[in-house]
């Protein structure tokens, strides 16, 4: 940031500070998904006089409720309900378009605010650090959601689903089985969802035909829940391929699975499917591999210059119990083995990204914190911590778990915010400008800010466009025409 911005920022909070009285508690929850709405319901109930505003780099709120729940999961997204009726509490105000790190600093919203709780979830992807993995037709399943699900970051990915009939996901959790199940599954399905426009145009002309979902480990250890593995089996007139000596299972299997209820569900499923399907799919029909303990070498392309991949080197590996701690994992053999495809999709994890000021842990990809209290140092004894600092959701825990699982996350974060006051550790006593700061401070900076008025804008919008055509949202995919829409003004995109 330069110094004159910062010269502002400055200049605007001095001000703020004196010609306020209050002592109301003045909260900033930065992120308005899941882990970010519970946070800010949570402290509203909390603490009464407490007044919370949340920030969001998109001018739409609900992180992945909006952009990575499949969109033929509505009954996931219902959630928004829930979070719109807190945005639309009194004390409560949504800041979307505002970017921490250039619309504001993170030292510039602790000087503004008494507590700040981080909970921007993770908008980037680990990577797997093979050759070849730059390739052209080589996506993140990050990319992949966000493009299906008209993020706009990604309204332009424009996958190619035309020149292949073969797609490669590699990973089997249930980002891996939703877009398996948004590959295959009937387009005249899809078009009753809100998926983006653009990308049910082009899954239209989709020539893919075949999708393998490959795995390190075996059945046993597959990341999916069964719930989701019910439905990708179950799309319609769909041929599924599991290798019957896949699904043998040694003694460790056996252990794992007498501990994780979930994974013996999941076992018994793929146990089923393995046996149930005819010996060879009819005519045209559509196919679903699992491929189970492989791990890709290397990333193959043609001699040619076209920068496109071909295929992808698998290892064969095999399990090996990590000593005493009950889970096993997979080792290489050695052995290889080339599946060819013209479209890979990598889902090995999402990672979060650190901003300036932030204690980050490279390494696991999160905040180091305690019970959402974010650490100065791990390095150091006695372990020191970033006063009126928190953090929640995937940015705290790392990547794992459902939408609901940020509502116990949520919980136990401020609940250290509650003990911090309680204890003395934070002290509301001493004034911050809270909104009326940062509202003056981006008019400094010239940031237009998008409230919760223009997300019902768009929201209208969306509704009324996707009425047209029997959808229930029809959403705007790109920047300037969620802006636009935001004001009230006409749409030209769709």
């Excluded at 004196?18 to 319901?41: E, K, N």
């Excluded at 089985?177 to 590959?183: F, P, Q, T």
């Excluded at 090995?348 to 390494?363: A, M, Q, W």
Aim: one cysteine or more; aromatic letters at 6%.
């Amino acid at each position: 940031m330069n110094k004159l911005a910062t010269f502002h920022g400055i200049r605007w909070i001095s001000r703020c500070y004196s010609s306020l009285s209050s002592q109301s508690l003045r909260v900033c929850v930065v992120g308005s998904g899941p882990a970010g709405f519970y946070t800010a319901d949570k402290m509203l109930k909390a603490h009464q006089g407490a007044e919370v505003d949340i920030i969001d780099r998109l001018p739409t709120p609900f992180g992945l409720v909006r952009s990575g729940v499949a969109p033929d999961h509505p009954e996931t997204k219902i959630v928004v309900n829930q979070f719109s009726r807190v945005a639309l509490n009194e004390r409560c105000t949504f800041f979307g378009n505002v970017s921490l790190g250039s619309s504001v600093s993170l030292s510039e919203l602790r000087e503004m605010y008494h507590v700040v709780v981080l909970a921007y979830g993770a908008e980037s992807d680990r990577v797997l650090g093979v050759p070849g993995e730059d390739l052209e037709g080589i996506y993140s399943a990050r990319e992949f959601v966000w493009w299906y699900n008209g993020h706009p970051d990604c309204s332009n990915l424009d996958p190619d689903l035309k020149s292949t009939d073969t797609a490669v996901i590699l990973g089997q959790g249930n980002v891996a089985l939703d877009v398996a199940r948004i590959l295959l599954r009937p387009t005249t399905e899809l078009a009753k969802t809100d998926i983006a426009d653009h990308a049910l145009a082009s899954l239209q002309e989709s020539s893919i035909r075949k999708v393998y979902l490959v795995g390190r480990r075996g059945p046993v250890q597959a990341a999916c829940t069964a719930k989701e593995l019910r439905e990708v089996l179950g799309i319609k007139d769909l041929y599924i391929i599991i290798l019957e000596a896949d699904m043998s299972k040694s003694a460790a299997d056996e252990e794992e699975m007498k501990n994780s209820r979930i994974q013996r569900r999941v076992y018994e499923i793929l146990s089923k499917a393995a046996k149930c399907q005819p010996s060879h799919p009819t005519s045209g029909q559509r196919e679903l591999h699992f491929v189970f303990f492989r791990r890709p070498e290397k990333f193959l392309h043609s001699d040619d210059s076209s920068g496109k991949v071909t295929g992808v080197r698998l290892e064969k590996t095999t399990l090996k119990e990590n000593g005493g701690s009950g889970r096993q994992s997979a080792v290489g053999t050695g052995q290889y083995e080339d599946l060819g495809c013209g479209l890979v999709l990598k889902s090995i994890g999402y990672k979060s990204v650190p901003v300036d000021g932030l204690p980050f842990d490279h390494h696991k990809g999160v905040v180091p914190n305690i019970r959402g209290r974010v650490l100065s140092n791990t390095h150091t004894e006695p372990l020191i911590l970033e006063n009126g600092l928190y953090v929640v959701g995937w940015l705290k825990r790392g990547p794992t778990g459902i939408v609901a699982t940020n509502l116990y996350c949520a919980e136990e974060t401020v609940t250290s915010i509650s003990e911090d006051l309680h204890q003395g550790v934070l002290i509301p006593t001493l004034p911050r400008p809270g909104r009326e700061g940062l509202q003056q401070l981006l008019d400094s900076k010239g940031v237009s800010f998008v409230p919760f008025s223009g997300w019902e804008h768009i929201d209208l919008k969306e509704k009324s466009l996707g009425s047209l055509k029997n959808k229930p949202r029809e959403k705007i995919t790109r920047w300037g025409e969620l802006l636009k829409a935001a004001n009230g003004e006409s749409v030209t995109e769709q």
